[in-house]
Nanobody, 114 residues
Framework: QVQLVESGGGLVQPGESLRLSCASSGSIRSFFSMGWYRQVPGTERELVAM???????RYADFVKGRFTISRDNLKNTVYLQMNSLKTEDTAVYYC????????WGQGTQVTVSS
């Protein structure tokens, strides 16, 4: 059983930055992929960014050029650096890991507001 714990969310103003962290209880080297999703109440959860064991990265169009996903295998942690935040980035952000099944974290709230 893998546990994922997100941190780093908070309240920021438009244009500011945040870095989310997702710490895994298991070695992320064995994961096929890890990703960040977000969800606004009343809407479906959507992919934000994903990083594969190969090192390849994938981003949603609405975050390209602003967000960067990275991983630290020694710390078993995946990060999401979010720059130039917009009010529409407000959501609960979830970490997800894929092995032979998917694991999800509990989510961290990101609020972008002036």
């Amino acid at each position: 059983q893998v546990q994922l714990v997100e941190s780093g969310g908070g309240l920021v103003q438009p244009g500011e930055s945040l870095r989310l962290s997702c710490a895994s209880s298991g070695s992320i080297r064995s994961f096929f992929s890890m990703g960040w999703y977000r969800q606004v109440p009343g809407t479906e959860r959507e992919l934000v960014a994903m990083i594969f064991s190969s090192g390849d990265e994938r981003y949603a169009d609405f975050v390209k050029g602003r967000f960067t996903i990275s991983r630290d295998n020694l710390k078993n942690t995946v990060y999401l650096q979010m720059n130039s935040l917009k009010t529409e980035d407000t959501a609960v952000y979830y970490c997800m890991a894929t092995t032979i099944r998917q694991y999800w974290g509990q989510g961290t709230q990101v609020t972008v507001s002036s």
